[in-house]
């Protein structure tokens, strides 16, 4: 996957980032930040540090700034992922249900350790914090979007193997 330039970005990206800064006043188009890193993550499947410099140079922001934004929110990936990303929370209330043992199971099945994606490329293993779901534990977020509630090792299995059987098809 391709970068982008600091000094070019382009004209499909700036149109969308221009469409985001355009929500703001003019005097605070960084406010769309994470919606430019949004976008260079879908153009990209990951934000780079050089696309965080362009990011950084188009809103008029400093580059640690922009990383500072990245690195904090889970959702921005700072390097390739799998087609599948799995955030497991192991936040407190979620380790007291299992959650800590949901992704022990996970780095087994995958054969990853927490961070890592599988050969095939296929699934990425991530811990996260709390998901707000702390009645539903153990849960995981799959690729920032679905929430998967009640995780045991059965629905694990469910999970895991539908996904997989679902990309051979």
């Keep these: ?25 003019a005097d605070q188009r960084q406010s769309a930040v994470m919606a430019c890193l949004t976008i260079v993550q879908q153009a990209q499947g990951f934000v780079s540090a050089e696309s965080e410099k ?13 990383h500072e934004v990245t690195t904090f ?12 990303k799995l955030n497991v929370c192991t936040n407190l209330p979620c380790q007291l249900r299992s959650g800590d043992k949901a992704l022990v199971y996970l780095e087994k099945k995958l054969g990853v350790t927490m961070g890592g994606t599988t050969a095939d490329g296929l699934f990425t293993l991530q811990q996260s914090e709390c998901l ?11 690729n920032d979007v679905n929430m998967c509630s009640f995780m045991s090792n059965d629905k694990l299995d469910q999970l895991i193997d539908g996904l997989t059987s679902a990309e051979a098809k």
């Design 54 to 66: 362009a990011v950084a140079e188009y809103l008029g922001m400093a580059p640690i700034a922009v």
């Design 73 to 84: 929110y889970n959702m921005y990936n700072q390097h390739p992922v799998g087609k599948y």
């Design 1 to 25: 996957m391709s970068t982008l330039s600091t000094s070019m970005i382009s004209e499909t990206t700036r149109a969308l980032f221009d469409r985001e800064v355009a929500k703001y006043p």
């Design 132 to 142: 707000g779901a702390c009645g539903d534990a153990p849960v995981l977020l799959v």
